[in-house]
């Protein structure tokens, strides 16, 4: 027998650990499943693509107390948009999209909660600093007073394995540390953003503080 997406959540619920933000990923998901999974206690919806979750947000109105986390990559003229509708903002890959979404941010008089891109290891199929990059960057990060950067974001290259993606998540967490010893004023890392379906129950162990996790809960998308 199939399990609802009910029981699908409830059993996620039941491997995180009290304070771990589940983010139901909902790229390619209808409304209507969405619908279920805010019934089943959801608040929390990550989109990859601005134009589908702007046809969404129209069609939950009803809804109004959704968190909605842009989790995919955000080209710099899309920003404006990305700012209107989403509260979260976990994938600011580089010092100058964090740069525009503070002038645009300050422009529409938002506080964005944002979270910083990472790299830990090479990989070119994925966006982000790698780790000199981004203590490089913080000086000019910490200066981006209208964004709340509240932590660092992952996606691990394929192809790890679990020992292998587990030591990425640790390293994450080992970042997160470093930055917080350096006493930047706007940069609160609080947040882990790392783990997704194949690979939430090792971000967990790491210390992750959310995870997006969508083919579990909904099954395979839409094309």
């Known amino acids: 027998m199939t399990s609802s997406i009910a029981e699908k ?7 995180l650990p009290a304070g771990v933000r589940l983010i139901a990923v909902t790229k390619g998901v209808s409304v209507d499943a969405m619908g279920e999974a805010y019934a089943a206690g959801v608040r929390d919806f990550g989109e990859s693509q601005i134009q589908e979750a702007a046809v969404k947000q129209a069609r939950l109105l009803d809804l109004p107390d959704i968190n909605w986390h842009l989790i995919g990559h955000l080209q710099s003229n899309k920003v ?16 100058s999209l964090a740069q525009r979404l503070n002038r645009v941010a ?5 506080k964005p909660q944002v979270c910083l891109q990472v790299k830990i290891l090479p990989d070119p199929n994925k966006y982000g600093w790698t ?13 981006c007073d209208m964004l709340q950067i509240r932590g660092l974001m992952t996606i691990l290259p394929l192809g790890l394995s679990e020992a292998e993606s587990l030591t990425v998540f640790e390293r994450t967490r080992t970042l997160s540390l470093q930055i917080q010893e350096q006493n930047c004023s706007n940069l609160k890392m609080q947040e882990l953003s790392m783990g997704m379906s194949g690979d939430y129950h090792l971000a967990v162990r790491a210390g992750a503080t959310m995870v997006r996790v969508g083919h579990v809960i909904f099954g395979d998308r839409s094309p």
Request: hydrophobic content about 45%; proline content about 5%; overall charge negative.
């Open 9 to 15: 959540i409830a059993n996620i619920r039941q491997e």
């Open 80 to 95: 404006k948009k990305a700012l209107e509708i989403f509260q979260w903002i976990h994938s600011c890959d580089s010092l």
């Open 106 to 110: 300050s422009e529409l008089s938002l």
């Open 131 to 143: 780790i000199p990059e981004l203590l490089a960057d913080l000086p000019g990060l910490d200066r």
